[in-house]
């Protein structure tokens, strides 16, 4: 029974952070109960001998100050406060991570596909979407981060390294327009796939002690954000800095980000930028919509 309760929780956790990191978490925690553990078993043992074995034995037990009658009421005045110093949080695991492919994407006429549906149909569409691509992330080798709103945001190459990262978030951006439009066909909307990536470095962890979740911060993930922000409906966006890590494998043609961006975004903005131009993804289509988690 304990076998099987240990591995529906690692299934659990393993379903909300990656699995380097579930397993990493986990080890913590096992360390830090069998640590509290050994502490207490100490303080029992002590606090044993020190009653029983002190001077005057068991009479010692109603000569202690917590069997003064001003006790308790001195225990209801006690403020509660934690020490200086005393960390109040598990331990901070921070790692910073180089190269990183980044992707954002956002569903383009998510307003109006919105205007007229009620929010149960609405989520409905977008947790049927969402799947897909999660299926997608899996197919691609890709870590799914999080969604916001109608946004969709991943990585490659992080928290386990590998060295085809840029490639992952082209093959996801390339996979996630062949999974709108199909959504489209079957659902009859009218809707399409922004999709922007950026390589470069991140920090990526776990913060907070409830609801937390694995993220990644750089500044380099906003830019990734900027990308798909200035990118064009059914097409990948790429910086300079993923297209250095790509080969002739895909058609490529200039970005035009000049035509698109505010003089505010042009001053972050560095290098040049590429608009893949739209051909099937390296895996099957099929494949990706069956649900199948099969490379091909």
């Known amino acids: 029974m304990f076998q099987v309760e240990k591995a529906l929780k690692e299934r659990m956790i393993h379903s909300v952070m990656p699995r380097r990191v579930a397993d990493e978490l986990m080890k913590q925690g096992d360390e830090e109960m069998e640590g509290n553990a050994g502490k207490r078993y100490s303080a029992g043992a002590c606090s044993a001998v020190s009653t029983v ?3 005057g034995g068991a009479s010692s037990i109603a000569a202690s100050p917590k069997n003064h009658p001003h006790h308790h009421s001195h ?3 006690k403020k509660t406060s934690i020490p200086r110093g005393q960390i109040i949080f598990r331990p901070f695991n921070m790692k910073r991570m180089e190269p990183v492919s980044i992707l954002f994407a956002d569903i383009v006429g998510f307003t109006k596909m919105s205007a007229n549906k009620s929010a149960h149909a609405l989520v ?3 947790n049927d979407l969402f799947g897909r691509f999660d299926r997608l992330c899996e197919l691609t080798r890709c870590e799914k981060i999080s969604t916001l709103g109608d946004c969709y945001y991943c990585v490659a190459g992080c928290p386990e390294p590998r060295p085809d990262h840029a490639y992952c978030c082209v093959e996801m951006g390339l996979g996630m327009i062949v999974a709108i439009e199909q959504f489209c066909q079957e659902t009859c909307e009218t809707v399409d796939m922004r999709v922007g990536v950026h390589t470069g470095t991140v920090l990526c962890g776990i ?3 409830k609801r937390f979740k694995f993220d990644v911060w750089s500044n380099d993930v906003n830019l990734a954000n900027l990308m798909e922000q200035l990118g064009v409906a059914g097409k990948v966006h790429l910086s300079e800095a993923t297209a250095g890590f790509l080969d002739d494998r895909y058609q490529q043609e200039d970005g035009r980000v000049l035509e698109r961006a ?3 975004l042009m001053e ?14 390296l895996f099957s289509t099929h494949i990706l919509m ?7």
């Open 207 to 209: 913060l907070g002690m």
């Open 268 to 281: 972050k903005l560095k290098g040049r930028f590429y608009l893949i131009l739209f051909c099937v993804p």
């Open 75 to 77: 225990l209801k005045r």
């Open 53 to 55: 074995g002190g001077p």
């Open 262 to 264: 505010t003089q505010g």
């Open 124 to 126: 409905g569409l977008l």
């Open 290 to 296: 069956s649900g199948r988690m099969q490379e091909h």
